[in-house]
């Protein structure tokens, strides 16, 4: 294993809640973390992430904005497995739209397969165009700064 650690925000911060992971992983390069771990701001840049995870890691977390039908401003911690790539399928990029399941599909398209990896999502109020987090997914921010550095840690966190 690598001994690398690659903590990597995503969204796109013209659309409101997108941001989430961009306003997560910006407070958290302001903070101590564990030697060995990158904490990365991607934004839209989903591609250059993907890319990024070729040169290996043993921890991958992905902190993004996604629906997943609970109450905006909730934060979930999600494990997630790198899909094998099939051979039937069609391209699986689409640069302007990947969410989460768009990146790793991408990942493991090219081959790539980090070591362990967590999504920490939070549930988004509104993807609309505009700037700024709504009020919930705001409040969200420090929780789930807390999560990623438990995650971190190595203390408990529910998968």
């Known amino acids: 294993m690598s001994g690398r650690t690659l903590v990597a925000g ?5 659309l409101r809640d997108d941001a989430f992971g961009v306003e997560v992983v910006r407070l958290l390069a302001e903070r101590p973390v564990p030697d060995g771990v990158q904490v ?3 934004g839209i840049r989903g591609v250059h992430l993907a890319y990024d995870l070729l040169d290996g890691c043993d ?11 609970e109450a905006p401003g909730t934060v979930s911690v999600i494990e997630v497995e790198v899909p094998e790539p099939d051979p039937d399928a069609g391209p699986v990029i689409d640069a ?11 990942l493991g398209s090219l081959g790539g397969h ?19 987090l ?18 971190l840690t ?3 966190v529910s998968a």
């Not at 977390?61 to 996604?66: H, P």
């Not at 709504?134 to 995650?151: D, K, L, N, Y």
């Open 10 to 14: 995503v969204g796109n911060v013209f």
């Open 40 to 42: 990365k701001d991607f």
């Open 59 to 69: 921890l991958f977390v992905l902190v993004d904005a996604a629906q997943r039908g």
């Open 96 to 106: 302007h739209s990947l969410t989460p399941d768009g990146i790793f599909a991408l």
């Open 114 to 132: 980090p070591g362990r990896s967590l999504l920490v999502a939070c549930e988004p109020a509104d993807v609309s165009a505009g700037m700024g």
């Open 134 to 151: 709504s009020g919930p997914v705001q409040e969200a921010v420090p929780h789930a700064v807390r999560t990623v550095e438990e995650i």
């Open 154 to 156: 190595g203390e408990t």
